[in-house]
Structures are given as structure tokens and as C-alpha cells.
């Protein structure tokens, strides 16, 4: 069974950085992409970033460019997110999702392409 975990969130302020893990603690994952997303108060969850089974492949929500980094052991099912420059914009619950497809290229940025989230780690960024 998928059981995706996250951890990293917290408390920070502008400018501050963090960095967000994601682990399959099943360990039943197959060859799937994985993927960031987040979710603000009375906001739609929106892709941020997200990287393909091989690494190879990298997507960022043109918010996080320039400022956040998708990482992931190649050919395993851990994925990190670095983030730098926060901004209180950038506030909100961060969610790890991952996709049931088992193709190493493949990156969706849509949710409703994704089969497996965690639960989700808040974090807030004050002015």
C-alpha cells in the first residue's frame, strides 16, 4: 500500500528557507512520477513542482522558478523540495502526491493525474 509521508513544514519568515521531504513509506511505489502541490485558504491546490521517476524530468509552477529546487533519489521514491526566498505568498499546506502510472519519463502537473497524496504539511511564511 502507498502511504505517502511529508515532513519539513513550519514557520519562517520572508526570505527564509525550508525544505520539504517525501517518502513512499509502503514502499510499494512503483516507477511513478511525484510531484509538489499546495493548497492556500480559499484557494484551488495548484501544481508547484514536480520530478519524473529518473530525475531526468523537472516541472515548476512559474512561482517557484528561480526559487525552488525538485529533487528525488533517482529510481526512488523519495522526493525533496527546496525552498528559498519564501515569500508569505507562499503560504499555504504543501501536499506530495504521486501517480499510479509506472512510465520513468513521465510528469504530469495536473492533480487529477495523480493517484496518491500524503497528507499534507502547512507551511506559513510571515512578513
Known amino acids: 500500500q502507498v502511504q505517502l509521508v511529508e515532513s519539513g513544514g513550519g514557520w519562517v519568515q520572508t526570505g527564509d528557507s525550508l525544505t520539504l521531504s517525501c517518502t513512499d513509506s509502503g514502499g510499494t511505489l512503483g516507477a511513478s512520477a511525484m510531484g509538489w502541490f499546495r493548497q492556500a485558504p480559499g484557494r484551488e491546490r495548484e501544481f508547484v513542482a514536480g520530478a519524473s521517476w529518473n530525475g531526468r524530468r523537472k516541472e515548476y509552477t512559474d512561482s517557484a522558478k528561480g526559487r525552488f529546487t525538485v529533487s528525488r533519489e533517482s529510481y526512488k521514491n523519495t522526493v525533496y523540495l527546496q525552498m528559498n526566498s519564501l515569500k508569505p505568498e507562499d503560504t499555504a499546506v504543501y501536499y506530495c502526491?504521486?501517480?499510479?502510472?509506472?512510465?520513468?519519463?513521465?510528469?504530469?502537473?495536473?492533480?487529477?493525474?495523480?493517484?496518491?497524496w500524503g497528507q499534507g504539511t502547512q507551511v506559513t511564511v510571515s512578513a
Open positions: 502526491a504521486a501517480e499510479a502510472i509506472t512510465v520513468p519519463v513521465h510528469l504530469p502537473t495536473s492533480s487529477g493525474q495523480y493517484d496518491y
